[in-house]
């Protein structure tokens, strides 16, 4: 199976423009992938000035431009393909990412942990850590500042996970190490397409730190893109890697937990 | 508040021998610190051949030697000292560590997580996972593989620690660079002290990696021991800086927690 992340700069708010140079890029450069992984808000950009304008960003999924985006590239590739977009339902407004599958079928997962000012621009995320099915294997989504929060990935992975799927903006240096850790910890590959360039917009500055990645159920960095510029990763990797949780013969990461210790300590 | 670890490589078997010379380095190298954390089974060395020969170096706490060290040595530097041993109670033997303050009190912890063959010669540890008092503060204690674990430094944060204790016999590659992951995701200070040297018994050979640390709530590592060889690091800390979980004012590491999306699925 082969996993990959494709890494851009979006231009603030030209969605259709966004969207077109993002299939060109998939379309030259993520041929013969399974799952593709792009950006956190990829047709958007990031810095909204306020909800009202996020908002007005905000699209329905399935009915709007991304959706229709994804379905077309998704059948045209033969791939399963997560992208990050800003969901509107009703007059809730989401940060979520959306999985399609080659046959246009679809999840969505809305963002748990919303990251500063993200708190004013959308909702908290809804969503039951509950891995997705594509291409024969199981997907845990998450977006982002999700990462920082242990107990993410381990309950995806704890539901089945073999591969975390994550579009993220990120401006902190930290989260390419610690995903090392994230997979070490909970033996699954990890696919974390970022983006890069920078926002300015209302008197604020934004700077993303690239480096999107892949990594594998051992932390070690199979593949991973420059801090700045476009980037194509993909990696022949096989989920089943993810499903020996014990390398040593002695240790199972999972059972070994003892949640007859923490297990209650950890709802507090 | 001065914290630090004690890095050194013990001689397997030889307890009256390693304890003198952890006593030796320490009132030479580590006057003036408040917290000294020491190995994971410093006294004894690591690689036992049997449950029988780990049960035979299993002492009581208190009223064993390493007690009578540790009792000795903390009220001579005025300082709070964890050390890793083999602690025999009736029938069963803990991999544990305990907290010595220098008023003679004490608290033990038993390593809930044993790795590879100490499921051979140890129990598993009982020990809820709440921090101990001492110095002013509240430290979590953990034992080297106990890292591996999210749930177990998590559980500690949690519980009100700023720093966790860590003794180590470290022989993977992965904790140092883990551990900062470890306190970023908690806020937390780390005092990791690992031995070093290798022990060949019984056509088995373990080599272990030193690289003893103490890390920052922001995961920056503020002293790091060299792969071999004895150290000590002592770092000035302020205990305090755990207790700012907010450090962008817009996230409250801890209480950003969506324990409504995945509090009960971490029982499973």
């Known amino acids: 199976m082969r996993v990959g ?12 423009e966004n969207l077109e140079r993002l299939g060109r890029i998939a379309r030259e450069r993520a041929r013969g992938v399974n799952l593709l992984v792009l950006p956190e808000l990829a047709p ?3 810095l909204f000035l306020s909800r009202e304008e996020a908002l007005s960003y905000g699209e329905l999924f399935p009915g709007g431009p991304t959706e229709r985006f ?5 059948r045209e590739l033969g791939a399963s393909i997560v992208i990050g977009f800003a969901e509107r339902s ?5 940060n979520s990412c959306a999985l399609m599958r080659p046959d246009g079928s679809s999840s ?25 099915r594509a291409e024969g294997t199981d997907i845990g989504l998450l977006i982002c500042f999700d990462w ?5 990935a381990r309950v995806l992975a704890i539901g089945g996970a073999k591969i975390l799927a994550h579009p993220s903006n990120l401006v902190l240096p930290h989260c390419p190490e610690a995903m090392r850790t994230r997979c070490l910890e909970n033996r699954v590959f990890a696919v974390t397409a970022n983006r890069t360039g920078s926002e300015n917009r209302g008197g604020r500055s934004f700077s993303f730190i690239g480096q999107s990645q892949v990594v594998g159920p051992d932390g070690k960095v199979l593949a991973r893109a420059p801090s700045n510029g476009v980037d194509v990763g993909i990696v022949e990797i ?4 993810a499903e020996r949780k014990d390398p040593t013969g002695r240790n199972d990461w999972m059972k070994d937990r003892r949640t007859d210790l923490f297990g ?3 709802d507090r």
Chains 1, 2 share one sequence.
């Open 44 to 46: 958007t950009g990031y």
């Open 238 to 241: 096989d989920p089943a890697d």
């Open 70 to 74: 994804l379905e077309r590239l998704a």
């Open 108 to 132: 969505v997962y809305r963002k748990a942990h919303l990251f500063l000012d993200e708190k004013d621009w959308f909702d908290q995320g809804d969503t039951p850590f509950e891995p997705v």
């Open 148 to 152: 920082y929060f242990p107990e993410v």
């Open 264 to 266: 209650k300590l950890l």
């Open 5 to 16: 992340y494709l890494q851009f700069d979006p231009v603030f708010g030209r969605r259709e």
């Open 90 to 94: 009703g007059e809730r407004l989401f």
